[in-house]
T-cell receptor, first 112, second 116 residues
Framework: DTGVSQNPRHKITKRGQNVTFRCDPI?????LYWYRQTLGQGPEFLTY????????KSRLLSDRFSAERPKGSFSTLEIQRTEQGDSAMYLC??????????FGQGTRLTVV | AQSVAQPEDQVNVAEGNPLTVKCTYS??????LFWYVQYPNRGLQFLLK??????LVKGSYGFEAEFNKSQTSFHLKKPSALVSDSALYFC??????????????FGTGTLLAVQP
């Protein structure tokens, strides 16, 4: 499968715990995005990488959130001290250029 | 700021009938517009995009969209709906220009329900 891959698909965690999600983009796509989608809403932008450089972060990305893309390949999104409001679908997308993006299946996070 | 609006939360159509899912946009400069579809508990699948050129854009699964600059609209259409088209549809606009982030700004989505 040469699409965008995200792991895990589902994560249930207790409030206060840390979680980490992984995204493997389409090979050679230099642009990688993280979005968050809550029920009944469209995806909202969280952060953007061009190769290994994190070039933009949304104000939605609080200090408890951190993202990395070492060596410009896969990316990780970590949430520390999770809160119930963090429950959402976290979507990763990659793009070779300026016109559109290809999304992964998402990681659904439930904080209990 | 760039934005898109999807005025209908839900569209109901009978199988075999034509369908339209509406989207209007607000941008500064030339718009880059997209449609995505999302099935339950799945990620977004790309359907089609408008960047420049012909106002009628053809995409995946028999869908097409018409770009109308005077009405600032980009409605998604299909001549004959299938039950399997039932899903959540998102319109999106690209934020920024070349060299910028080019992140997508999404609408709130329209649930398409196709009745057999």
């Amino acid at each position: 499968d040469t699409g965008v891959s995200q792991n895990p698909r589902h994560k249930i965690t207790k409030r206060g715990q840390n979680v980490t999600f992984r995204c493997d983009p389409i090979s050679e796509h230099n642009r990688l995005y993280w979005y968050r989608q809550t029920l009944g809403q469209g995806p909202e932008f969280l952060t953007y990488f061009q190769n290994e450089a994190q070039l933009e972060k949304s104000r939605l990305l609080s200090d408890r959130f951190s993202a990395e893309r070492p060596k410009g390949s896969f990316s990780t999104l970590e949430i520390q001290r999770t809160e119930q409001g963090d429950s959402a679908m976290y979507l990763c997308a990659s793009s070779p250029g300026a016109a559109g993006a290809f999304f992964g299946q998402g990681t659904r996070l439930t904080v209990v | 700021a760039q934005s898109v609006a999807q005025p209908e939360d839900q569209v109901n159509v009978a199988e075999g009938n034509p369908l339209t899912v509406k989207c209007t946009y607000s941008v500064s400069g030339n718009p880059y517009l997209f449609w995505y579809v999302q099935y339950p508990n799945r990620g977004l699948q790309f359907l089609l995009k408008y960047i420049t050129g012909d106002n009628l854009v053809k995409g995946s699964y028999g869908f097409e969209a018409e770009f109308n600059k005077s009405q600032t609209s980009f409605h998604l259409k299909k001549p004959s709906a299938l039950v399997s088209d039932s899903a959540l549809y998102f319109c999106a606009v690209r934020d920024g220009y070349g060299g910028a982030t080019n992140k997508l700004i999404f609408g709130t989505g329209t649930l398409l329900a196709v009745q057999p």
